[in-house]
């Protein structure tokens, strides 16, 4: 806050409740008092030198009077213009905070780029922060997160204010490991809305909407969205595959750790309509990627893809998204009465039944139990795609059919 300082105003400071607060004077630009939780008062001169930041201590209060320490500020901001600061004895120069913005970018590159695969979406969300990024970290209060989340909720992303409290409260946990801070100012802050968890599954006539709706999209979204519906993995790991992942022989995709969100190795058995698709893609030359249309990096654009499918066949509601995709493989597998650890493992979930002391001595990798199921899913695909697919096509026509299209994309594409 900011007031002009009196003997009055300073006496009448009440002691800090948890983090200590600061009260920056009017009439002299960085001189501020500092006020504890214990109710000890501390000047200090918030100015910059050779172009640093700096906080510097001017002494104790009432042991320093006002006065004292006003002209004591003064006499230092003369000796910084004069350039003899640094030679002076007034003053003991206090390292200062530094801004939010600073502390985000080395966060990112000390914290998250090593621990979390997913830090570029973990940065993206901190950019919600930017009316924040010039302001001291120990700065900060819960209020000016509040506004923050509060602007976010108002543009009717309520799920999206909650993972930015989560990530400011990481942040915010770092920072005083490192030393910025002394407490978290959002410690125990809840979150602005309670989720509800998605239910979302796809019907047979969604799924063959899906379907044939990709087919008009070419390569690599054809393929790309039918691996998605047949495989129920993650639209990035399927988005990023590699030929070299890919063992024809064995058919299997094998996921290293690093591609991997929970950071474990994971095996997927590929059924003969996968299988099928995968030999329709075109190569690169020299790229490793399946799915890419530069050859250096993997596909993109998938929300455009998306808006593009519900154009093409109506799934716009309710609304749907790529994941639900896993959910209706997951969900259509119960029915063809796949067990569920066998489910669990093809969707490479650590949860449930295999957390725990399960995890650590479970491990078998359950190959030929999930090429089974992923058969009998992709068994049922083609029974949906045929029986509900366009112009009354037969099961073996429409699938001959289908992939004479994509193959006759690919050589377009070529």
Known sequence: MRKKLTTKTIDALPAAVGKRYEVRDELLTGFMVRVSSVGKKVFYLNTRINGRARRIKIGDYPLMSLAE????????????????????????????????????????????????????????????????????????????????LDRIVANGTATRANRALAAIKTLMNWAVDRGFLDVSPVANMRPPTKEVPRERVLTHEEICACWYGAIEEGYPFTQFTQLLILLGQRRGEVAGMRWSELDFDRGLWTLPSSRVKNGTAHFVPLPKLALDILNSIP?????????????????????????????????????????????????????????????????????GIFSGVAAVYNRHLYLDEKLEALELWANKIEMV??????NGSTNATRKLEMLAEINSANLAKN
Do not use: C
């Open 69 to 148: 320490a006003r002209q004591k500020a003064q006499s230092i901001l003369r000796d910084i213009s004069l350039g003899a600061f640094e030679n002076s004895a007034a003053g003991s120069p206090e390292r200062s905070a530094p801004v939010l913005k600073d502390v985000i970018d080395q966060f990112i590159e000390r914290y998250a780029k090593p621990r979390n695969k997913g830090w570029k979406e973990t940065q993206s969300i901190l950019t919600k922060y930017t009316p924040l990024y010039s302001l001291p970290i120990d700065q900060i209060h819960r209020r000016d997160v509040h506004e923050v």
């Open 283 to 351: 190569r690169f030359l020299n790229s490793d990627y399946v799915f890419t249309t530069t050859g250096t990096s993997p596909i993109s654009g998938f929300g455009r893809l998306k808006r593009r499918l519900d154009e093409h066949v109506g799934l716009d509601a309710p609304g749907w998204r790529f994941h639900d995709l896993r959910r209706t493989m997951a969900t259509g597998m119960a029915e063809l009465r796949v067990a569920p650890h066998i489910i669990e493992a093809i969707l490479n979930h650590k949860s």
């Open 385 to 390: 795609t045929s029986s509900l697919a366009p």
